[in-house]
């Protein structure tokens, strides 16, 4: 991807535009909503199918338990948007380390996550009030390409005879 660092920055921007990060327009708490227990419970579940359906995305689930991990998304989800839900799983770090998770995966995910919300009629500003709570998470369940090392530079360069053009000086 050309703009690794779009999405996250992206999802600050809304962070900031969305408004109160814990009471909706009517005062409400953000799983509430979202639609609460049913509808949440069918978005997870939406996201999953999605995912599972795509091929640069399936490898990544290939050894999970699916029904726990759909489980846990359920109340982790729940626990982040102020339901009333207590996750106490694993921190993102440990849980997504070694599963060779990149940006491009993550940023995929969100775009499963989004479709499944639109297919629920979930309004685009509780949308982005959700992702803006998810965006956090990227650099703990990614892994980062290692930078590989700066090479230095020769201390002259030579020029091929003959590879520039001439310029007759000017009489």
Not at 63 to 90: A, V
Not at 158 to 168: E, H, I, M, N
Request: negative net charge; glycine residues 6%; proline residues 9%.
């Amino acid at each position: 991807m050309r703009f690794p660092l779009l999405i996250p920055a992206l999802f600050a921007l809304i962070a900031c535009l969305s408004g109160p990060a814990v009471a909706g327009s009517q005062g409400t708490t953000l799983y509430e909503d979202l639609g609460g227990k049913p509808v949440m419970d069918r978005v997870i579940s939406d996201m999953l199918e999605r995912a599972l359906a795509d091929p640069k995305m399936a490898p990544i689930f290939a050894d999970s338990d699916l029904d726990r991990l759909e489980k846990l998304l359920i109340i982790h989800t729940c626990h982040l948007t102020d339901g009333p839900c207590d996750y106490d799983g694993q921190d993102m770090r440990r849980a997504h380390d070694g599963l060779g998770i990149k940006t491009m995966h993550f940023n995929r995910l969100v775009e499963n996550l989004q479709q499944a919300m639109d297919a629920q009629d979930i309004p685009f500003r509780t949308q982005n009030r959700f992702l803006a709570r998810l965006a956090p998470m990227h650099d703990d369940v990614t892994e980062r390409s290692p930078v590989p090392p700066r090479t230095k530079k020769p201390s002259s360069y030579s020029v091929a005879p003959g590879s520039l053009p001439t310029t007759k000086p000017a009489e």
